[in-house]
């Protein structure tokens, strides 16, 4: 599993407030992801990571902010939940030596 | 930016059959492309990929077939078995980085 683990793994939390989700790597890769997944709508890259502090947005970064500030730890932030990111998360990395993707094991977010 | 089109939305097969995915991507610099599979409440496994410098790849049961031209990708299955049965999806990268997914498939095999 690419050492990637990813906490919470649940989490119930109520409008407006913020959350942040933590995403762990024990093997140094250099790129992370944050991707969300809903019904209807498969996988969607929220933001990556292609070094510490260096990030850049996704196709769906409204709403959400990242950080690292080290190289084993990518964090998401939702500044204000809203019920629309109710969703799975899934952090992921990209392996140096293989370019191949690999991904945590998810948190399960529900905004009510 | 790219654009992944996965088809179909649900399959179902009789087991022993075979199954076929096939999806579309509209950037020509898309390079690389790997096929996940995600069974319920799981993480997507990475199950094969390809690099747009081969036609055709193989691992037991399972290949994938690029044709860069009509930018498109397919995977088959091959003597299906009620452990196939997820929902996959395949996806698209300039060099690994950056995947765009398809919609995904849902595979049912039945016994």
């Known amino acids: 599993d690419a050492g990637i683990t990813q906490s919470p793994r649940h989490k119930v939390t109520e409008t407006g407030t913020p959350v942040t989700l933590r995403c762990h790597q024990t093997?140094?890769?250099?790129?992370m992801y944050w991707y969300r997944q809903d019904p209807g709508h498969g996988l969607r890259l929220i933001h990556y990571s292609y070094g510490v502090k260096d990030t850049d947005k996704g196709e769906v970064s409204d709403g959400y902010s990242v950080s690292r500030s080290k190289t084993e730890d990518f964090l998401l932030t939702l500044e204000s939940a809203t019920s629309s990111q109710t969703s799975v998360y899934f952090c992921?990395?990209?392996?140096?030596?293989?370019?191949?993707?690999?991904f945590g094991p998810g948190t399960r977010l529900t905004v009510t | 930016g790219e654009n992944v089109e996965q088809h179909p939305s649900t399959l179902s097969v009789q087991e022993g059959d075979s199954a076929v995915i096939k999806c579309t991507y509209s950037?020509?610099?898309?390079?690389?492309f790997p096929w996940y599979k995600q069974e319920l409440g799981k993480r997507p496994q990475l199950i094969i990929d390809?690099?747009?410098?081969?036609g055709e790849k193989k691992d037991q049961r399972i290949a994938v077939t690029l044709n860069k031209t009509a930018k498109h990708f397919s995977l088959h299955i091959t003597e299906t078995q009620p452990e196939d049965s997820a929902v996959y999806f395949c996806a698209a990268s300039i060099s690994g980085n950056k995947l765009t997914f398809g919609g995904g498939t849902r595979v049912l095999v039945k016994p």
């Open positions: 950037d020509s610099a898309s390079n690389y």
């Open positions: 093997e140094n890769h250099r790129y």
């Open positions: 390809i690099r747009s410098n081969v």
């Open positions: 992921a990395i990209t392996s140096d030596s293989l370019g191949e993707q690999y």
